[in-house]
T-cell receptor, first 113, second 112 residues
């Protein structure tokens, strides 16, 4: 559905634990993004990648890490350094220059227990 | 850098009436302006977009207008229906930069 898949849909994390969110796309898009969305709020950019093996920090990168070893995949790790990780995480991809807009995965809802 | 402001934060309209959401941007180099609709608990979905070489674009009940001089663009929804209730986000970007800069969102409520 939509060519971009996030997993899992729901994730529970214990205090002090690292977790990795998966994002895979088959749209042949160069650019991929991770956003965080808190309840009733807008989208905040965590990291983005324009090309394989390269990525840039967004506005709220602290406590997160990413990799881009393949064009199709852009996993996000939420580390124990992220003190308030409970949120809705959205992965997106886009073609060159943002043309045609960004396509979003269905999101992962992360909860700290 | 680019900054996008979106108004209003909440908009309540009677079913069948029109709704207008406005965004302003700061960087005149921005040339691509998409609008997204996000229903509760779901992903944002692109509903319409416009490039800077076009002043207006329509798709059935929705339209987007762009004023490059004033650096603002607007989403217009006519004959609103209950299923139009959602949060709408505007965004702006430059072709040379993949990153979309997002507005804060507008919660649209359609009253029966």
């Amino acid at each position: 559905d939509g060519g971009i898949t996030q997993s899992p849909k729901y994730l529970f994390r214990k205090e002090g634990q690292n977790v990795t969110l998966s994002c895979e796309q088959n749209l042949n898009h160069d650019a991929m993004y991770w956003y965080r969305q808190d309840p009733g709020q807008g989208l905040r950019l965590i990291y983005y990648s324009q090309i394989v093996n390269d990525f840039q920090k967004g506005d709220i990168a602290e406590g997160y890490s990413v990799s881009r070893e393949k064009k199709e995949s852009f996993p996000l790790t939420v580390t124990s350094a992220q003190k308030n990780p409970t949120a809705f995480y959205l992965c997106a991809s886009s073609a060159t220059g943002g043309a045609g807009g960004a396509f979003f995965g269905q999101g992962t809802r992360l909860t700290v227990v | 850098g680019e900054n996008v402001e979106q108004h209003p934060s909440t908009l309540s309209v009677q079913e069948g009436d029109s709704a207008v959401i406005k965004c302003t941007y700061s960087d005149s180099a921005s040339n691509y302006f998409p609008w997204y609709k996000q229903e509760l608990g779901k992903r944002p979905q692109l509903i319409i977009d416009i490039r800077s070489n076009v002043g207006e674009k329509k798709d059935q009940r929705i339209a987007v207008t762009l004023n490059k001089t004033a650096k603002h663009f607007s989403l217009h929804i006519t004959e609103t229906q209950p299923e139009d209730s959602a949060v709408y986000f505007c965004a702006a970007s430059m072709d040379s930069n993949y990153q979309l800069i997002w507005g804060a969102g507008t919660k649209l409520i359609i009253k029966p």
